[in-house]
Nanobody, 125 residues
């Protein structure tokens, strides 16, 4: 599978933006999908993950209550709605799929695969 994140851009602090992750090559409807981000000079950080059905999700502490992950299996696409963005949200955002469902709850990037090119979010203060 190939995953492509897009929708990034320049947003003012306090604003909103929605990222999309489009999958191609096969369906991802049976896979946990996730978002990570990486700021310059920092490790890749877990942001959010969503179950194959979309009924369950979990978030990194730094985005909890501000970001919402969702998915549309019919479109083979996952989303990340980002509200009340802060300067510290500036990063390249990547989507990925979980290697195995038994890893549900993991925030470790080693448990995820199919990293594609990311999309840049820049928040101006």
């Amino acid at each position: 599978v190939q995953l492509q994140a897009f929708g990034g851009g320049l947003v003012q602090a306090g604003g909103s933006l929605r990222l999309s992750c489009a999958a191609s090559g096969r369906t991802v409807s049976n896979y946990v999908m996730a978002w990570f981000r990486q700021a310059p000079g920092k490790d890749r950080e877990f942001v959010a993950a969503i179950s194959w059905s979309g009924s369950r999700s979990y978030y990194g502490d730094s985005v909890k209550g501000r970001f919402t992950i969702s998915r549309e299996n019919a479109k083979n696409t996952a989303y990340l709605q980002m509200d009340s963005v802060k300067a510290e949200d500036t990063a390249v955002y990547y989507c990925a799929e979980m290697k195995a469902a038994r890893n549900w709850g993991s925030t470790n990037r080693a448990d995820f695969t199919s990293w594609g090119q990311g999309t840049q979010l820049t928040v101006s203060s």
